[in-house]
């Protein structure tokens, strides 16, 4: 006897394969990767293969992956973290879920990372100009080194003024971390 799905002229959707972005996230999930490294991953794969034509990447390799990595720097002309965000989601795509080991990447062109850090005087001059409370989340992410969202998941029981310490819970990584309250901003 043919399935309901046969009578009305068409395929059952749980004998469908899941599209390949599709397996790629749950591949991330199972593997518990963050919710943004997920999407920041996906969205570069999903660049890369339309940048190739929607070649499917079982049939790209090296060669592919350099000229992808070169145009960022090239054409597009990203800054160096996003070219490294970029190649770092492809090596994932490519070295965990295909399980295939890459060749050398070193023809690809570089983006040229900034040469210098802000001085002090800069950092207090771009800090006089803000108000509060962005002002203090500034000084927060520049004196003790959080990161932005772990800034803003901060509670107040999460600062020792008397130990002079800040407790960053489920930071990245789903770990917690110790780092130092400026002393400035503890005698506020």
């Given at each position: 006897?043919?399935?309901?799905?046969?009578?009305?002229?068409?395929?059952n959707?749980?004998?469908?394969?899941?599209?390949?972005?599709?397996?790629?996230?749950t591949?991330?999930?199972?593997?518990?990767?963050?919710?943004?490294t997920?999407?920041?991953?996906?969205?570069?794969?999903?660049?890369?293969?339309?940048?190739?034509?929607?070649?499917?990447?079982?049939?790209?390799?090296?060669?592919?992956?350099?000229?992808?990595?070169?145009?960022?720097?090239?054409?597009?002309?990203?800054?160096?973290?996003?070219?490294?965000?970029?190649?770092?989601?492809?090596?994932?795509?490519?070295?965990?879920?295909?399980?295939?080991?890459?060749?050398?990447?070193?023809?690809?062109?570089?983006?040229?990372?900034?040469?210098r850090?802000?001085?002090?005087?800069?950092?207090?001059?771009?800090?006089?100009?803000?108000?509060?409370?962005?002002?203090?989340?500034?000084?927060?992410?520049?004196?003790?080194?959080?990161?932005?969202?772990?800034?803003?998941?901060?509670?107040?029981?999460?600062i020792?003024?008397?130990?002079?310490r800040?407790?960053?819970?489920?930071?990245?990584?789903?770990?917690?971390?110790?780092?130092?309250?400026?002393?400035?901003?503890?005698?506020?």
């Open positions: 006897m043919p399935g309901r799905w046969d009578l009305i002229g068409m395929e959707p749980s004998d469908r394969k899941p599209k390949f972005i599709e397996q790629l996230r591949f991330m999930r199972a593997r518990r990767y963050s919710l943004r997920e999407q920041a991953y996906l969205d570069w794969i999903r660049r890369f293969i339309l940048f190739h034509g929607k070649r499917h990447p079982r049939e790209m390799g090296e060669a592919e992956i350099v000229e992808f990595h070169s145009d960022l720097a090239m054409r597009r002309n990203v800054a160096a973290s996003t070219q490294n965000q970029a190649l770092c989601a492809l090596l994932f795509l490519y070295q965990r879920f295909l399980e295939r080991k890459l060749g050398r990447l070193g023809g690809a062109l570089r983006a040229s990372r900034p040469v850090l802000p001085t002090r005087t800069e950092v207090h001059s771009v800090l006089a100009h803000m108000r509060s409370p962005y002002r203090l989340m500034a000084e927060l992410l520049y004196g003790s080194g959080l990161r932005l969202l772990e800034c803003l998941r901060l509670r107040v029981k999460d020792g003024f008397g130990y002079g800040i407790v960053v819970r489920d930071g990245k990584g789903a770990k917690d971390r110790v780092t130092m309250l400026p002393g400035r901003l503890a005698r506020h």
